[in-house]
Nanobody
Framework: QVQLVESGGGSVQAGGSLRLSCAVFGDTYSIWSINCMGWFRQAPGKEREGVTA????????IYADSVKGRFTISQDNAKNTLYLQMNNLKPEDTAMYYC???????????????????WGQGTQVTVSS
């Protein structure tokens, strides 16, 4: 089993920055089985949407159009930690942010959150205008 623990959320003004972290806990084999990790977010009354995802082996990443050029996903495999650097935050970025991990090597994307195997508890990001 794998456990994901997010941290780093908070309240900032528009134009500010935040860095989210997602620590991965579990046995060696379970962590090794993770092929893809992503960040999703959900605002009140809205569906969960994919923000960005990264292949664990190659580091190749994808971003939602709404965050391209402002958000950066990265990973430190030695520390089993995923990061999301968020710059130039906008009020529409306000949401609960979730870290997710996926086994399987066939896909790593943003459109099928139901295909991710593990989820964190979420960390709140609030951006005021």
């Amino acid at each position: 089993q794998v456990q994901l623990v997010e941290s780093g959320g908070g309240s900032v003004q528009a134009g500010g920055s935040l860095r989210l972290s997602c620590a991965v806990f579990g046995d060696t084999y379970s962590i090794w089985s993770i092929n893809c990790m992503g960040w999703f977010r959900q605002a009140p009354g809205k569906e969960r949407e994919g923000v960005t995802a990264i292949y664990s082996d190659s580091g190749s990443s994808i971003y939602a159009d709404s965050v391209k050029g402002r958000f950066t996903i990265s990973q430190d495999n030695a520390k089993n930690t995923l990061y999301l650097q968020m710059n130039n935050l906008k009020p529409e970025d306000t949401a609960m942010y979730y870290c997710a991990a996926r086994k399987g090597r066939d896909w790593c994307g943003l459109t099928r959150p139901q295909d991710y195997n593990y989820w964190g508890q979420g960390t709140q990001v609030t951006v005021s205008s």
